[in-house]
């Protein structure tokens, strides 16, 4: 287990949060200037029932999210015993 430990040990940064969170909101952001995108999620909100308005409550919350809310999440839901590390060799 490369990287698991010490993300295990001592959590994730806030350098790492900032760019998950970029990364996040800006693909979201992408799809929601995208018309086709927008279209291809209408017929999964409809079978769901649930609304565009879902995306701007989840956008909140991805913005929202704190390095220490990530951070206990993350030692209560990863069990570094049960995962496993896979290397992949050109």
């Known amino acids: 287990m490369c990287g698991l430990p010490h993300a295990y040990k001592f959590g994730i940064s806030q350098y790492e949060l900032d760019l998950a969170k970029s990364t996040i909101l ?8 995208d018309d ?3 279209l291809g999620l209408l017929p999964k909100q409809l079978a769901e ?3 565009m308005e879902t995306w ?3 956008n909140k919350a991805y ?5 220490e809310k990530v951070n206990a999440a993350a ?5 570094a015993n049960e995962m496993v590390e896979i ?3 050109p």
């Open 26 to 33: 800006g693909k979201r952001r992408r799809a929601l200037n």
């Open 36 to 38: 086709k995108k927008i």
């Open 49 to 51: 029932g649930t609304k």
């Open 56 to 58: 701007a409550v989840r």
């Open 63 to 67: 913005a929202e999210a704190s390095l």
């Open 75 to 79: 030692r209560r839901y990863f069990k």
């Open 87 to 89: 290397i992949a060799t």
